[in-house]
């Protein structure tokens, strides 16, 4: 999900930044020097699978992963997020680096409020994980379109239009991603259920929680 | 390494060729000058209303990316998915932006095809600025040079560390979606389909974390004490910051002499 260069009004730019801003902070706050090498591996594997293209009817269309972010990572999905949109800013010039605040707030903030809503179900394990799974996998790439929408809403009122299709273009992808996090959620709960309570598992004892 | 596609899963790995190889005066300048040159530049730009100055920045663009020896055909390459997105954005805003119609074509709308007009020039224009001042920095590089703006120390390392792993992370999906395919997975629009992406998905994370721990516990042992060291490690000269100032006034007085006539 990238809105591009050069549409966006300086308001809104400034806005998602600071946002954007904050939300580093707090998740670099929760991060310690010696889980960075683990949070660039995941960064890294959220970035491949934000890659992969999923059949959808005649299409295809390309996963966001970022409820499975938010709900591994918690609020250190708003630095890894960050990072996974610079490189693909730096690489394949998706988005740019004016709109870089706008783009991580629409991406990592659903992420990371459903990742605080649903971890504890996801603590669970079993079917109440599979659910939050399904919840924060579609939960998330909505909450992204409606900050996306907004972000056009508020620029200019002629993009309303504009906006309304971006929240029905990702209906179809919701549902894919609520399925796909539903799988992801269950392979990691038969293959290895301790990352489902941190993702991050060599914190040091005492260290803020993932 | 990042040549090869990763399957046929539409993966756009290939447009991932570097830009960072070079020897123009943009390549050699130091990564932090470029990134507060481009930060003026880009801020500047996009301050611009008129047409007039969007075309004037377009052609700055053009200019730097030729200063920065990038031939048209790479970067007309790169820049395809946004002019889509423009194209698209054209013909929505030239059907449903309120305001009187277009002459000639009654039912496109004057004000939606003026507005998209002026969003493809300036997006095009900090795209190319984008590209010229910063594609030409390795990301290593521009990681030092963040941490050495004093951009925080964990922010750079992260940057770094996942350029670091990307690639082995994209090599150990490639590896796995060719076992797949080898065991006769066809991708379809079904269950199957979505919980085999889901799994090959999940086996490359538990792979990517093992990897990462032997990777931590590899540095450790070599003594890495927090800073990630790069060979592209540039000095800040005079000279370099005066070919800075001298990038950053064309676009500053683009948007002045467009502020002031808009």
């Known amino acids: ?210 | 390494m990042f040549g090869a596609s990763l399957g046929p899963q539409g993966f756009p790995i290939r447009n991932a060729s570097p830009l960072h190889q070079g020897s123009s005066p943009l390549h050699q300048m130091d990564a932090r000058i470029k990134l507060l040159t481009s930060a003026v530049c880009l801020i500047a730009i996009s301050a611009i209303q008129g047409h007039g100055a969007g075309l004037a920045a377009l052609l700055f663009g053009m200019g730097l990316t030729r200063l920065a020896g990038v031939s048209l055909g790479r970067v007309a390459a790169r820049l395809i998915p946004a002019n889509m997105f423009f194209i698209g954005l054209t013909l929505l805003l030239g059907l449903t932006y309120p305001g009187p119609a277009l002459s000639a074509v009654s039912w496109l709308s004057q004000d939606g095809l003026t507005l998209a007009l002026r969003i493809s020039l300036k997006g095009n224009a900090l795209l190319l600025v984008f590209i010229a001042l910063l594609c030409t920095s390795s990301v290593p590089a521009l990681a030092e040079a963040m941490r050495r703006l004093r951009l925080g120390r964990k922010l750079p390392l992260l940057l770094a560390l996942t350029f670091r792993q990307l690639f082995l992370v994209a090599e150990e999906f490639q590896r796995l979606h060719r076992a797949a395919l080898a065991r006769g997975f066809a991708p379809r629009c079904s269950w199957h389909t979505y919980r085999t992406i889901a799994v090959l998905f999940g086996q490359t994370l538990l792979r990517s974390l093992a990897r990462a721990e032997r990777i931590h516990g590899a540095m450790l042992l070599r003594g890495f004490n927090g800073r990630f060291r790069t060979l592209d490690n540039g000095s800040w000269t005079a000279f370099q910051a005066v070919q800075a100032s001298a990038l950053s006034i064309p676009p500053v007085l683009i948007t002045l002499h467009d502020r002031l006539t808009w």
Not at chain 1, 81 to 94: N, P
Not at chain 1, 101 to 123: D, S
Not at chain 1, 185 to 197: A, E, N, S, Y
């Open chain 1, 1 to 210: 999900m990238h809105i591009t260069e050069g549409v966006l009004s300086a308001p809104v730019l400034a806005l998602g930044a600071a946002t954007a801003a904050t939300g580093l902070w707090l998740g670099l706050r929760r991060l310690e020097e010696d889980r960075l090498v683990l949070a660039a591996a995941l960064a890294a594997v959220f970035f491949i699978g934000s890659l992969i293209h999923v059949p959808l009817g005649p299409s295809s269309v390309h996963l966001l992963l970022n409820g499975l972010a938010g709900l591994l990572l918690g609020w250190i999905a708003f630095p890894v997020i960050f990072v996974g949109l610079l490189l693909q800013a730096l690489l394949f010039q998706f988005g740019g680096l004016l709109v870089l605040g706008v783009n991580t707030t629409a991406v990592a903030l659903p992420a990371v409020l459903c990742g605080l809503i649903l971890r504890p179900l996801l603590a669970r394990g079993g079917k109440p994980a599979l659910v939050a799974g399904m919840l924060a996998g579609s939960g998330a790439v909505l909450g992204t379109a409606l900050l996306a929408a907004t972000a056009l809403a508020l620029t200019d009122q002629g993009f309303l239009v504009a906006a309304k299709l971006v929240v029905l273009a990702h209906l179809p992808v919701a549902a894919i991603e609520g399925a796909v996090a539903v799988f992801v959620v269950g392979f990691l709960g038969q293959t290895r259920p301790d990352l489902l309570t941190c993702a991050l598992p060599t914190a040091t004892q005492g260290g803020a929680p993932c």
